[in-house]
């Protein structure tokens, strides 16, 4: 039985159909509601796994995960955190949200993407010793090949990068952060979290398109992202801010985004 926080990934909902679990869902980051669910379900919440995701790809936002650990504390049950877009982002060293938050031990398994801050291809699960278990009954697992070998020398290479140039990490808020503000000040409507996807709202799908397209012309462009992949049937056009971005590359943004304001 898995708990899950009705924004998660496409993936997420896919790997718990693929492996015939019954799915609760349960409302976005909504940290009363996922207690609700665990009570109704007394003593089989101590077998169920709540599955909550670092920050969410789609507007930015961060599960109140000390919240939902404290249900785990109290209810029972087993965490995994899908740290794939906070990984490198959030946390002292870069480990992710349940770093930031300080409740790693109470983690059951953490697991994240190569393909995004690390520029690579493929993932990785970790935690406790007893994940070893699905090394011998995870199909996919089973049947999936090795990650090649120049894809492990790329995820080495970033890790290091990593290590030694942690600047980088306060680069990419800075300019999160930057963008955030401007777009705010100009008076669209944003995600509540700064993080580096930063998502404008837009009303309706005809309105989103067009901005989109508006927005190719001076040499922006963003992910425009339609229902059913935008959560709560809104149109979002997502901007994915990087520490490579300059910041004149970020004000030209903002004044693209600016012009159409006009």
Known sequence: MVLLDADSHASIY???SLGGAEIIRFRHNDAKDLERRMVRLGERAKEAIIIVEGIYSMLGDVAPLAEIVDIKRRLG???????AHSFVVLGATGRGLAEAVGVEDDVDIIVGTFSKSLA????????????????????PYIFTASP??????TVRSSLRTIATQPELRQKLMDNANHLYDGLQKLGYELSSHISPVVPVIIGSKEE?????????????????????????????????VNAAHSREQIDAIIQAFATLKQ
């Open 148 to 153: 090649s070998p120049s894809c492990i020398a």
């Open 14 to 16: 896919d790997a718990c």
């Open 208 to 240: 989103g398109l067009r901005i989109w397209r508006e927005l190719i012309s001076p040499g922006v462009y963003v992910n425009l992202i339609l229902p059913p992949a935008a959560p709560a049937g809104i149109t979002l056009l997502r901007c994915s």
């Open 77 to 83: 049950g087993y965490l995994i955190v899908d740290e």
């Open 120 to 139: 690579s291809i493929g993932g990785f699960a970790v935690g406790s010793e007893a994940m070893e278990v699905l090394r011998y009954g995870s199909r």
